[in-house]
């Protein structure tokens, strides 16, 4: 059908129904229109699932950081404190060291301004370290030094104190090495090591 006044192509609708009558050249803004809607309902729909996902991620990372890091390290300084102090018991739990993943600790005994401790889940001896596991004498070494070294900070190793047999040591009646069988079929080996700490040489 043609308009008779633009002589272009019009759709007048079903007068019965009382439908609109629009020309082709009007349709077009409305599809347009209806296309610009339906992309920013997607666009926003898009824009809230990323929302959604951040707030999760967030959430997870602060989770972790909280359990991992903030409340450990909260926990490591105040046991700390209570340790210098001479707060602790015999058989109480406390972490001591750099790791708070491997750094739990057990009050063995008290005397005086001296506390022995020793290591509560061990500390695993790796392929890695190239460690002789049937010498005593080589696992006291790395004790002693490597991993005396890496385990404690400056504040620590200012109030550890020479044992029995060094700053670190171990039970060389038993050896104190367990093994377990690891998740991948290898053998772990564990020495649960033991520390003297000196109340008195801690700056308060």
């Known amino acids: 059908m043609t308009d008779v ?9 079903n007068a019965d129904f009382g439908a609109p009558s629009y020309s082709i050249d009007e349709l077009d803004p409305i ?8 992309k920013t309902a997607r666009r926003n729909k898009i824009i809230r699932i990323a929302v ?3 707030v999760l991620v967030l959430s997870f990372i602060t989770y972790l950081y909280v359990t991992k890091v903030f409340i450990p390290d909260m926990k490591r300084k105040e046991d700390y404190r209570r340790l210098v102090n001479g707060k602790v018991k015999v058989d109480e739990v406390i972490i001591f060291g750099e790791y708070e993943w491997e750094n739990t600790w057990r009050v063995k005994r008290m005397e005086g301004s ?5 290591h509560v889940k061990g500390v695993g001896l790796g392929s890695q ?76």
């Open 114 to 118: 001296k506390i022995l401790l020793v």
């Open 129 to 204: 370290d190239e460690i002789n596991y049937t010498s005593p004498s080589v696992v006291a070494d790395w004790l002693r030094n490597d991993y005396y070294e890496v385990a404690f900070g400056s504040k620590d190793k200012a109030i550890i104190v020479d044992g029995e047999n060094g700053r670190v040591f171990y039970n060389t009646e038993d050896l104190k090495i367990s093994y377990s069988l690891g998740p991948n079929g290898v053998v772990s080996r564990k020495v649960f090591p033991y520390i003297w700490i000196d109340t008195d040489k801690a700056s308060k």
């Open 31 to 38: 599809r347009l229109e209806l296309i610009r809607k339906e």
């Open 52 to 54: 959604i996902l951040s």
């Open 5 to 13: 006044y633009s002589e272009k192509p019009s759709y007048r609708g």
